[in-house]
C-alpha cells in the first residue's frame, strides 16, 4: 500500500549527540513536512518542501536542518539535540491545491537524555 | 489572536452522550478545513473534511461557518473508542508555500 513510512520508530540519542530521522513516501506528493509534538501539544511544523523548495518556519532552531534528495525521502537532521527536542516527530505529504490533506508517518519518538 | 483557536478541553462525557466542540480560525480566506483525530502516542489520522455544506459521516457530524469563521464537530451516540484527542486543521489559501495550521486540540474522555 501507498503509504508514508518514518524511521526509526523510537530513537533515543545522548544530549549533544547528531541524530537522524528518516521518512520516506510512496504516494508521488509534491509536499513533505516536518512537525514537532510534544506531550499534550499540537503538531508544531517545522519547515516543509514543496518539490525543492525548502520552506523554514521562522522560529525553527538552526540547530534544525532538513534534506530531501529526491521526491521520495526526506531527512530531518538534529545537529546537537537538547533536552528540550524530547518530542515526537511526525512527517506528513500532500498534494498541494485546495482540499490538500495531510498524510502522516507513525512518527519517530525521540528521546534525548 | 492565534491562526486557530480552539475549546479547550478535556471534556468528560459518558457513553451514548452527544458531544460538539468549535474551533476558529482567523484568516478569512481559508481554503479548507479538517478534523483530525488522535490517539496518545500515535500519529493524527483524518477524520473528515468540512465543506461549507455540512456533512455528516455515520455519528459524525462536521459543520463549516465562513461567516463567523468557525468549524464544528458534532459527534452522536458517542463511544469508549471515541476517547482521543481531536485536532482542527485550516488550510490557508493555496501558494506554493502552503502551510498547513492546527489547532492545539480538544481532549475528548468518554466514560462508561
Known amino acids: 500500500d501507498a503509504m508514508v513510512i518514518q524511521n526509526p520508530r523510537y530513537q533515543v540519542t545522548q544530549f549533544g549527540k547528531p541524530v537522524t530521522l528518516s521518512c520516506s513516501q510512496t504516494?508521488?506528493?509534491?509536499?513533505m513536512y516536518w512537525y514537532q509534538q510534544k506531550s499534550s501539544q499540537a503538531p508544531k511544523l517545522l519547515f516543509h518542501?514543496?518539490?525543492?523548495?525548502?520552506?523554514n518556519e521562522a522560529d525553527t532552531p538552526d540547530n534544525f536542518q532538513s534534506r530531501r534528495p529526491n521526491t521520495s525521502f526526506c531527512f530531518l537532521d538534529i545537529r546537537s539535540p537538547g533536552l528540550g527536542d524530547t518530542a515526537m516527530y511526525l512527517c506528513?505529504?500532500?498534494?498541494?491545491?485546495?482540499?490538500?490533506?495531510?498524510?502522516f508517518g507513525s512518527g519517530t519518538q525521540l528521546s534525548v537524555l | 489572536r492565534k491562526e486557530v483557536e480552539q475549546d479547550p478541553g478535556p471534556f468528560n462525557v459518558p457513553e451514548g452522550a452527544t458531544v460538539a466542540f468549535n474551533c476558529t480560525y482567523s484568516?478569512?480566506?481559508?481554503?479548507?478545513f479538517f478534523w483530525y483525530r488522535q490517539d496518545c502516542r500515535k500519529e493524527p489520522k483524518l477524520l473528515m473534511s468540512?465543506?461549507?455544506s455540512g456533512n455528516e459521516d455515520g455519528r459524525f457530524t462536521a459543520q463549516l461557518n465562513r461567516a463567523s469563521q468557525y468549524i464544528s464537530l458534532l459527534i452522536r451516540d458517542s463511544k469508549l473508542s471515541d476517547s482521543a484527542t481531536y485536532l482542527c486543521?485550516?488550510?490557508?489559501?493555496?501558494?506554493?508555500?502552503?502551510?498547513?495550521?492546527f489547532g492545539s486540540g480538544t481532549r475528548l474522555s468518554i466514560r462508561p
Open positions: 504516494l508521488n506528493h509534491n509536499v
Open positions: 486543521v485550516v488550510n490557508p489559501p493555496y501558494s506554493s508555500a502552503s502551510k498547513i495550521i
Open positions: 484568516n478569512s480566506a481559508s481554503q479548507s
Open positions: 518542501y514543496y518539490d525543492k523548495d525548502f520552506n
Open positions: 468540512v465543506y461549507s
Open positions: 506528513a505529504t500532500s498534494l498541494p491545491g485546495l482540499g490538500e490533506k495531510l498524510f
